[in-house]
């Protein structure tokens, strides 16, 4: 038939994901243009770029965008790449911090640095002197440290966990092996060897942890400062704003994010370049110095440390949760309560529902998809591209969901639940596909052909040899796609037009104010709910 | 004194014991060539004696090369060649800075290096090559490589852990006489592990046969 491009599967997986995304960055880039028909304006002007430009601090808030963006995914991948050197920690270890939402990890954290927090108390009275909360601003800093740290907390397990499936793809235990025994110490034998061919496999979420730490809102919410705000969170509180003409500001800060975004990808493919002709122009010097490491070593500590942190701030949760009196600088709570908890489960019960049913409906309805994708791919004998579908992991989601949002009203779809699990599709069905591509492409095509030869048809064998013997990729794919769908704060917060209250959106709700312990037990439920997914995946996988 | 002495090696995996008691010496420009069936430890052996033993396996016994004792040492400070059956060519750097990252260090100007580069590519009949991507040369091709990545790192001794294996036949005899020759011009003593007798009668010394397991 010659048809060499796209088959039904991937046709609808791109009117599905691709589709309302780049629909989204259009109207986003028009109504930034003062072009907004549906709320009739339709001509285009200059005004909102007049606006946004005119913004004090506008241009800290970007050098902060920038600047923590950058950082925290530089540092999260040579985190994450040091403690690979290492014999890196598996999949049980990690999943409580992979399954958080980026939300409840930065809630805990807040928690952590807080001036009455668990750090403080830790090392008060005896260091610090303090007997009472000391007056500093250790979370919500002007440069953005506590919101560089929270992405890093997060992130570096991220890119641990597919680093440790990328490694698992080349034999780089025997490159190792070869290096040292021409002489390189382990640090140069990882670093010149297995890291390039290791980042060159992980580069798509790499690209994903630039673009969500430039743009996320949802970390931003309780650790970035508020003046200036990262760009992402004036954008999206224009965006909110009753005031029509504020909407149009948004816009344009949503399209100036985009542009950021951009930018930061470019230098980043810059650096990419750079660091990989110094390396190679190192490796051809050959010296055999040994500094590299110390340095892996310590940056594996440093790694270690970071993840002590994000358990740490997930059981700090449990302790401010159910905590009764609890004066400071002690380390514990004096006495604990259950009752916050049972008056609050009703409360908790219908967002909990909500979330529940959005994981599991996006991440089955991904599941499908992905294997309907990856099935003919396999039958018309050609690789299809994955990074199309990735395009709403690398777009800031400031950029493209409220833009979605306004083509839903369009077909008064907005504020539904199906809404809602559309937007979340798009973030879910990428990863479900990247979780499960590499396992499924590696199947042994034999199976197949030997059921073939049994006279058993191509449906039968997907049914009855390909998705029993898939089913432990199969499972933790559903888990990702859960978690990923319970992550989820713009995309719940627009295409619900407020209307649909998740567990995250309740935690962020909740993240300006005071109320410690309902924050506490809020994050809780959100890790505890795509945890129990993530952990019986794991153990039905074993089996 | 020189050549490489093994004294006394015992390893078990597992609670049973592969090797007992085993020592042997190879002179500088011999060959010694270790046979046995897969699972009698032959590899095992090899990698006690280049240093890169995993830890499931108990070990005892000690390496010197010639009056060093370099049993104690990780695997990047004995000097100790290694070849396996696959290449192992670094697929993300070109042949030429594949060899240069084996190049001795001691070589130290630019110019040297490249001239060093250029000499052992010659040495493999393969001119010219430098700036290819491994993944453009031939099974044959890629095995000289790996063999002189070896070579120029300068190494005391050289072990090969059946680095004929995934050749076919014609290939293999061209790959035994060019890797004894380089071997032998170098005064290296080999160690040899395989499970092809013709790969021990090539290598033309003496011949140790591990046990079959039980």
Known sequence: MGNKGVNPAQALALALIVAPTLAGLGVTLAAAFGYLPALGSAAFSLDPWRRLLAEPGLWASVRLTL???????????????????????????LAALLASPHSAIAVGLAFLL??????????????TGWNAPPDLALVGDANGLALTLGLIVKETPFLLAVGAAARAQFPAQAELRAARALGHGPGRAFAFIVAPQLYRRIRLPVFAVLAYGLGNVDMALPLAPSHPAPLAVLALHWLLSPDLDDLFVGEAAA????????????????????????????????ARGFWLDAALAAGAWAGVATLALGFASLAGMIVWAFAWRWPFPLALPQSWTLALAIRESGRLAGPLATTAALGAATSLASLSLAVAWLESEQRGGQRARVGAVCLPLLAPQIAFLFGMQTVLAWTRLDGTLAAVAWAHLLFVFPYVLLALADPYRALDSRYARAAAALGVGPNAALWRVKLPLLRAPLTLAFAIGFAVSAAQYLATLFAGGGRVATLTTEALALAGGGDRRMSALVGLSQTAAPLAVWLAALAAARR | MSGLTVEAVTFAVGGRTLVRELSFRVADGAALSILGPSGSGKSALLAFVGGHLERVFAARGRVWLGARDVTGLAPERRGIGLMFQDDLLFPHLSVGD???????????????????????????????????????????????????RSLVAAPKALLLDEPFGKLDAPLRRDMRSFVFDHARRRALPVVLVTHDPADADAAGGEILQLGTPP
């Not at chain 1, 540092?75 to 598996?90: D, E, K, N, T, V």
């Not at chain 1, 807080?114 to 005896?126: D, T």
């Not at chain 1, 975004?261 to 050959?286: I, K, M, Q, S, Y």
Request: net charge positive; aromatic share 6%.
């Open chain 1, 114 to 127: 807080a001036p009455s927090g668990w750090l403080a108390r830790l090392a008060s009275p005896w260091a």
């Open chain 1, 255 to 286: 399209a100036l994010q985009l542009g950021l975004t951009l930018a930061a990808a470019v230098a980043w493919f810059g650096a990419e370049h750079g660091v990989g002709a110094l390396g190679r122009a190192l490796a051809r010097r050959g």
């Open chain 2, 98 to 148: 594949n060899v240069a990252f084996g190049l001795d260090a001691g070589v130290r100007s630019r110019a040297a290096r490249g001239e060093a580069v250029a000499q052992a590519l010659r040495e493999a009949g393969l001119e010219g090559f430098a700036r290819r991507d491994p993944a453009t040369l031939s099974g044959g091709q890629r095995a000289r490589v790996a063999l002189m």
């Open chain 1, 67 to 93: 600047g923590v963006g950058l950082a925290s995914t530089a540092i999260s991948l040579a985190l994450a790449l040091a403690l690979l050197a290492r014999r890196a920690p598996g999949g049980w270890a």
